[in-house]
């Protein structure tokens, strides 16, 4: 069982829609998850992170995590085209090797005008 | 302030042949991770370097893959030879601290194609 599954998608949406993007994970090591973005080209570059359970908003974006489901959430409220990229979801565990980052495969999100 | 920048940013080789990649982290960061994505799989942990230290190799796939970090500055991943399933891209990162939650600041990648 892989630790972290996020389905790759793509998924495609008009602009102004909600996005839902959503990872699930095996390890209960797990205790703080983020979320990426990453642009053609680019390198990945943090979008959202979140400390064990909770609700945590930046703008647009609402990252959720459910730790009794081992269950992490972006939502991304009236998408713009600009938004179109690959989301990742990242993870990392409260031991010794922390700063180590577990990616889910990510979303591949196209907003279409 | 100048971001990570990875060199080269792309490169084709013959399989068997070696390649150096390079990592210049941002400025003052003492920690830098390598990564990998292989086509159709996670982006995965190589190793992280501490100045000049290797903190942990455990990513590491095998003896043909080594890292450096002379001087605590920049770092090399050379790939000695060179096999068809080294292909993918590879990522340097880095951040001041190693702390949870840190933000790890991402390069552009160096995609690596072996044939």
């Known amino acids: 069982q892989k630790e972290v599954e996020q389905d790759p998608g793509p998924l495609s949406v008009p602009e102004g829609a909600i996005v839902s993007l959503n990872c699930t994970y095996s390890n209960s090591a797990f205790q703080y998850f983020m979320w990426y973005r990453q642009y053609s080209r680019k390198g990945p570059e943090l979008l959202m992170y979140?400390?064990?359970?909770g609700n945590k908003e930046d703008g647009r974006f609402t990252a959720q995590v459910d730790k009794s489901s081992k269950y992490i959430s972006l939502f991304i409220r009236d998408s713009q085209p600009s938004d179109s990229a690959t989301y990742l979801c990242?993870?990392?565990?409260?031991?010794?090797?922390?700063?180590?980052?577990?990616f889910g495969k990510g979303t591949l999100l196209t907003v279409n005008p | 302030e100048a971001g990570v920048t990875q060199f080269p940013s792309h490169s084709v080789i013959e399989k068997g042949q070696t390649v150096t990649l390079r990592c210049d982290p941002i400025?003052?960061?003492?920690?830098l991770y390598w990564y990998r994505r292989v086509m159709g799989k996670e982006i995965k942990f190589l190793l992280h370097f501490v100045k000049e230290s290797k903190q942990d190799e455990s990513g590491m796939p095998n003896n043909r893959f080594l890292a450096e970090r002379t001087g605590g500055t920049y770092s090399t991943l050379k790939v000695q030879p060179a096999e068809l399933e080294d292909s993918g891209v590879y990522f340097c990162a880095s951040s001041q601290n190693a702390d949870r939650g840190e933000t790890q600041y991402f390069g552009p990648g160096t995609r690596l194609l072996v044939l």
């Open positions: 400025s003052g960061h003492d920690n």
């Open positions: 990242a993870m990392q565990d409260s031991g010794g090797s922390n700063y180590k980052l577990t």
């Open positions: 979140t400390y064990s359970s």
